[in-house]
């Protein structure tokens, strides 16, 4: 059939099975493939540790930086995109819209080699040092997003760039605005009992008011009356 379908004028469609990830490993060797697979199987750009190493500070605060404006879906999104570009680049796709997010690296024919680069570029993309095994611990686009999510915004701090952006805002809206006297006092009280929410939000409550949370939690109803009738002096 292959015979026949190579000595026709016609294209046609031929069964063939192809070990991809061998011939990516043989153009990585500095080897070379039959012409006829030569836009199936393209040699990977190589980088020096070295240089992967030195810029990987920066390229994870540039990325950092990009994406602080955006909203988590936008980031995602934005992250996901970012990691499938890296994959088309490694595997020789024609893009990122060529890779699919569910489907597993192991599928569409990664090998320890190409692991091993697309390891590399993502770790001096994101200044994340990601670990040997990054494909197969967590195997598909999908995944490995929400790993170097968790891994450039640690410990909630996730929630730290979009706050900033919208202070900025408000910031401008503030400083742009001519309210009266009246409106001034107004959103200053409102600033201010922002700001004492906000302080108060981040702290430990006190054992005296954690023993009392516990009490209310359990009480019964006489309970509950009586404890309001101590605290305002009505009983």
Do not use: H
Request: aromatic share 6%.
């Amino acid at each position: 059939m292959f015979d026949a379908a190579s000595a026709s004028d016609q294209a046609l469609f031929v069964p063939v099975k192809l070990d991809l990830a061998a011939l990516r490993t043989q153009v990585s060797g500095g080897g070379l493939v039959p012409p006829l697979l030569s836009g199936l199987v393209r040699a990977p750009a190589r980088r020096a540790a070295g240089t992967a190493d030195s810029g990987a500070e920066g390229g994870g605060a540039a990325l950092r930086e990009r994406l602080s404006g955006l909203s988590p879906a936008g980031r995602e999104e934005a992250l996901l995109e970012l990691v499938c570009a890296y994959v088309a680049g490694v595997l020789g796709f024609a893009g990122p819209e060529a890779v699919d997010p569910a489907r597993s690296f192991s599928e569409v024919g990664f090998d320890s080699l190409t692991a091993v680069e697309l390891r590399n570029q993502l770790g001096a993309a994101t200044g994340v040092r990601l670990p040997a095994t990054l494909v197969f611990d967590y195997p598909t686009p999908t995944a490995l997003v929400e790993f170097l999510r968790d891994e450039l915004w640690q410990d909630g701090a996730a929630a730290v760039p979009p706050l900033l952006a919208e202070l900025d805002r408000l910031e401008k809206t503030l400083v742009a605005a001519l309210p009266d006297d009246a409106g001034r006092d107004r959103i200053t009280e409102r600033l201010q009992a922002l700001l004492a929410a906000w302080g108060q939000a981040g702290e430990t409550p006190a054992p005296e008011d954690a023993d009392v949370a516990e009490a209310l939690e359990t009480a019964t109803d006489d309970d509950l009356f009586d404890f309001i009738g101590k605290e305002f002096g009505i009983s």
